[in-house]
């Protein structure tokens, strides 16, 4: 099993602003990055570190993080944020990469 | 642009060893950290390990035992093998780029350029 647990899928309205967490005793010490999966299609780094944003990716991507909780924040969800949401961090033992959560299913109603 | 290729073969039997490449163009392979990451049908994303352009590696310590990630600078390539495979081992396998970056909470490895991902079937 994952070190980092994920809600297996959420959903939110068009325009809506919707939050995705991540949960690991490995976040007390460490921040998460966070990709994004299309279907058929590579992950896609969104957010890392306290909240530092990849260039081209959209303002409406936020991160946060607070005791074992890490957190993708979407504000004003668009039709092309429908995805798959994962979180990464460092495992128990501190090495890099290492820790994936299962995925967050994303659907823009 | 930094762009990843993953190539070798689509399938593999199973208890023989699965080997896949990665071509990095566009950029040096050199001051980053290489590596490989699985996907199986249907499921979440799997860290398999990395490689520093100097050689040090790290494996997800549920692989180790099967696992040898090496580095060709002079072919800005980076290969996978993987041994003893059995159907659990089919998936997706995506090569990427780890990179430190920096702010004023400290430093993040992450994966910022990833490979577009290859198929890999164990099956006889």
């Known amino acids: 099993s994952s070190e980092l647990t994920q809600d297996p899928a959420v959903s939110v309205a068009l325009g809506q602003t919707v939050r995705i967490t991540c949960q690991g005793d490995?976040?007390?010490?460490?921040?998460a990055s966070w990709y994004q999966q299309k279907p058929g299609q590579a992950p896609v780094l969104v957010i890392y570190?306290?909240?530092n944003r990849p260039s081209g990716i959209p303002d409406r991507f936020s991160g946060s993080s607070s005791g074992n909780t890490a957190s993708l924040t979407i504000t004003g969800a668009q039709a092309e944020d429908e995805a798959d949401y994962y979180c990464?961090?460092?495992?128990?033992?501190?090495?890099?990469?290492?820790?994936f959560g299962g995925g967050t299913k994303l659907t823009v109603l | 642009q930094v762009q990843l290729q993953e190539s070798g073969p689509g399938l593999v039997k199973p208890s023989e060893t699965l080997s896949l490449t990665c071509t990095v163009s566009?950029?040096?392979?050199?001051?980053?950290?290489w590596s490989w990451i699985r996907q199986p049908p249907g499921k979440g994303l799997e860290w398999i390990g990395y490689?520093?352009?100097?050689?040090?590696?790290n494996y997800n310590p549920s692989l180790k035992s099967r696992v040898t990630i090496s580095v060709d600078t002079s072919k800005n390539q980076f290969s996978l093998k993987l041994s003893s495979v059995t159907a659990a081992d089919t998936a997706v396998y995506y090569c990427?780029?780890?990179?430190?970056?920096?702010?004023?909470?400290?430093?993040?490895?992450?994966?910022?350029?990833w490979g577009q991902g290859t198929l890999v079937t164990v099956s006889s």
């Open positions: 990427a780029r780890g990179n430190d970056y920096y702010d004023s909470s400290g430093y993040y490895r992450v994966l910022d350029y």
């Open positions: 566009g950029g040096s392979i050199s001051s980053y950290y």
């Open positions: 490689i520093y352009y100097s050689g040090s590696t």
């Open positions: 490995s976040l007390r010490s460490y921040y």
């Open positions: 570190g306290k909240n």
């Open positions: 990464n961090s460092r495992d128990s033992s501190g090495n890099h990469l290492a820790a």
